[in-house]
């Protein structure tokens, strides 16, 4: 079981421009969560998908987007991106309502 | 408005001591927290966890413990290795979101 993976590792952006992250779940999970985790901070809340819908949402703007796929796996979209977008973007896999196991994230620069 | 605070940014505890890693929230309706550790380039790995009904949790080396009166929880740690030294969240639950705390890393010393 490869368990959660996220592409790219790392990547760097430009102000203004857009990024795509990707997600696979764990073997089995359903529901895939979205954290960004900010140099010095916790991981935030960003969104949950299940069953290809928005199941939950956190405290971002609309500029963060995310689609899951028939298969689970699951997309970050930003756009417009602000110096303040820079951080550790997390995804995590679970069943709904489940232990969530988080992947290894990507580790996204603007400048 | 940080809902789980974790005050102290580090930690170092010598090895084979017991560390203690301290919690406060504000919010009366989280119904559990748990508790992760992170390594650098890995993501958050599940420790314990400890029901908002219970007041200790205890899974081998590690022990949670909830002072619901106080919002207050702590885990421990003993003894504590080399291999423990990382980032550990404190984190709670609402509606199946994870709230985490800023973390505390912990330097394990030789």
């Known amino acids: 079981d490869a368990g959660v993976t996220q592409s790219p590792t790392h990547l760097i952006k430009t102000r203004g421009q857009q990024v795509t992250l990707r997600c696979s779940p764990k073997?089995?999970?359903?529901?895939v969560s979205w954290y960004q985790q900010a140099l010095g901070q916790g991981p935030q809340f960003i969104f949950q998908?299940?069953?290809?819908?928005?199941?939950q949402r956190g405290n971002f703007p609309d500029r963060f987007s995310g689609h899951q796929f028939p298969n689970y796996s699951s997309e970050l979209n930003v756009n417009a991106l602000l110096l303040g977008d820079s951080a550790l973007y997390l995804c995590?896999?679970?069943?709904?309502?489940?232990?969530?196991?988080f992947g290894p994230g990507t580790r996204l620069t603007v400048l | 408005d940080q809902q789980v605070k974790q005050n102290s940014p580090s930690l170092s505890v010598q090895e084979g001591r017991i560390s203690i890693l301290n919690c406060d929230y504000t919010?009366?309706?989280?119904?559990?927290f748990l508790w992760y550790k992170k390594y650098p380039a890995e993501g958050p790995t599940f420790l314990i966890s400890?029901?908002?009904?219970?007041d200790k949790n205890e899974d081998g080396r590690f022990t949670v413990f909830l002072n619901k009166s106080a919002k207050h929880l702590s885990l421990h740690i003993v003894p504590s290795q080399p291999g423990d030294s990382a980032v550990y969240f404190c984190?709670?639950?609402?509606?199946?979101?994870?709230?985490f705390g800023k973390g505390t890393r912990l330097h394990i010393l030789p």
């Open positions: 995590a896999s679970s069943l709904v309502e489940g232990e969530q196991f």
């Open positions: 073997s089995g999970h359903d529901t």
């Open positions: 998908y299940y069953e290809e819908e928005e199941r």
């Open positions: 919010n009366s309706m989280f119904d559990y």
């Open positions: 400890i029901s908002s009904i219970k």
């Open positions: 984190a709670a639950t609402e509606d199946d979101k994870i709230i």
